[in-house]
């Protein structure tokens, strides 16, 4: 009897030109959420996405080292809504978003964007539902624990085996941005905020 062979699975921006594929290790180890916090709409406002409200964001919680880009690098871009907020990185060919990542490389966490995924079925099912609104200006979570457990062993994994600067998303040497960031103006995000 022949094991099954885990492959990587394919993304790509929504015209092509950026391209690659996600890891069967980073599939395999990831953690499918969905997220409605205000940042993650605003971001996909930003980009010129249909707005997710009232619904959520579909994210692949994951190492950063786990995206490899097979073609289109070139059109690898960087947002932020604040200076100091998540880096958003997307396609400018497309304006496609696909992931976001702290502004340090040091702390390996990469939510991708699962509307990249032609076809998302072998992520699994979605363990947490992350910022959900319940009407009374607060916001809850649930199943955060699967989500927390996740993130905290991939980080530790991959701090102790040096494999986080092996990341796409920032120069190994100097850990800064492989792109210099559009950082929003405070105008720029209210309008992002309705």
């Not at 690098?73 to 400018?92: C, V």
């Not at 995924?117 to 609104?133: A, E, N, Q, Y």
């Not at 701090?159 to 990341?167: A, E, H, Q, V």
């Amino acid at each position: 009897m022949s094991r099954k062979v885990a492959k990587d699975t394919p993304f790509s921006c929504s015209c092509g030109s950026l391209h690659g594929r996600i890891s069967a290790a980073g599939v395999k180890h990831g953690t499918h959420v969905v997220c409605y916090c205000h940042d993650c709409r605003a971001a996909q406002l930003y980009f010129g996405q249909p707005d997710p409200a009232p619904g959520p964001v579909e994210i692949l919680q994951m190492l950063p080292e786990e995206i490899i880009f097979d073609g289109g690098a070139e059109h690898l871009a960087l947002m932020q809504l604040s200076p100091k907020g998540m880096m958003r990185w997307y396609a400018n060919c497309c304006n496609a978003p696909l992931a976001t990542t702290p502004t340090t490389p040091k702390f390996p966490f990469a939510g991708f964007i699962v509307k990249r995924i032609p076809d998302p079925s072998g992520l699994g099912p979605i363990t947490t539902r992350g910022f959900i609104p319940t009407g009374r200006s607060k916001q809850a979570h649930k199943k955060i624990g699967s989500a927390i457990y996740g993130l905290v062993t991939r980080v530790a994994k991959s701090r102790m085996s040096g494999s986080w600067k092996n990341t796409p998303f920032f120069d190994p040497g100097t850990f800064d941005p492989v792109v210099e960031p559009v950082i929003l103006s405070k105008s720029e995000r209210a309008a992002l905020y309705p």
